[in-house]
């Protein structure tokens, strides 16, 4: 059983700052890439950052003001959030592409997503 627990989502004023974190817990036998994901009312899910071996990719959106970073000793993902907006606000979700085992295939597994709100 692997579980994706978040952490660090609250309320914030904009041009503020918060650090999400995301631990991967359970039968991990290999982590491919971990990101981040959000989802704002009425919008789809969007792709936010994402990291594996070697290489990060963000939205445009964000780039310059969000950093991901991963600890591979911990199985846990973060992403530092400077110069917050409004349009920032979402729930935002951590995802991992993994194997449980060295037989199985790689898959997506979700944390159950932590809530950013950024207003005055």
């Known amino acids: 059983q692997v579980q994706l627990v978040e952490s660090g989502g609250g309320l914030v004023q904009p041009g503020g700052s918060l650090r999400l974190s995301c631990t991967a817990s359970?039968?991990?036998?290999?982590?491919?890439?971990m990101a981040w994901y959000r989802q704002a009312p009425g919008k789809e899910r969007e792709l936010v950052a994402r990291?594996?071996?070697?290489?990060?990719t963000y939205v445009d959106s964000v780039k310059g003001r969000f950093t991901i970073s991963r600890d591979n000793s911990k199985n846990t993902v973060y992403l530092q959030m400077d110069s917050l907006k409004p349009e920032d606000t979402a729930v935002y979700y951590c995802?991992?592409?993994?194997?449980?085992?060295?037989?199985?295939?790689?898959?997506?597994?979700w944390g159950q997503g932590t809530q950013v709100t950024v207003s005055l």
């Open positions: 990291i594996s071996s070697g290489r990060i």
């Open positions: 359970g039968n991990i036998f290999n982590i491919n890439v």
């Open positions: 995802n991992a592409n993994l194997r449980a085992t060295w037989r199985d295939n790689y898959s997506n597994y």
